[in-house]
C-alpha cells in the first residue's frame, strides 16, 4: 500500500472521503484536505510562473485567462499575490 504525504507539512495523509468523484485525503497532523492530481489548470504549480513571464511580454488579463483556459479573477489574484512577493 503506497503512503501518501501530506504537500504541505510531508506528513502521513488518510482518505477522506469522495470529491467530484475523485478520492479527498486528509493529514493527520495538519488536517489539510487536498487531492493527489487537479483537474483545474490553476492548480498547476508553473501556473504563476507562466502568468508572469506573459505579462513580460505584454498580454493583458483577458489573453492570459484565454491561453492558460483559467478565469480572468484567477490571473488578477495571481497577479496580486506575485506583486507581494516582490
Do not use: D, W
Not at 495538519?30 to 507562466?50: D, G, I, M, V
Not at 492570459?64 to 483556459?69: F, K, Y
Amino acid at each position: 500500500m503506497e503512503k501518501i504525504q501530506c504537500p504541505k507539512c510531508r506528513n502521513r495523509a488518510i482518505k477522506n472521503g469522495f470529491q467530484s468523484g475523485k478520492q479527498r485525503y486528509k493529514c493527520t497532523s495538519c488536517n489539510k484536505k487536498f487531492h493527489l492530481k487537479y483537474t483545474y489548470k490553476a492548480y498547476n504549480e508553473h501556473t504563476n510562473s507562466f502568468i508572469t513571464s506573459l505579462l513580460k511580454e505584454g498580454c493583458g488579463i483577458r489573453s492570459i485567462s484565454r491561453v492558460l483556459r483559467i478565469s480572468k479573477k484567477t490571473v488578477l489574484s495571481r497577479m496580486l499575490k506575485i506583486a507581494k512577493e516582490i
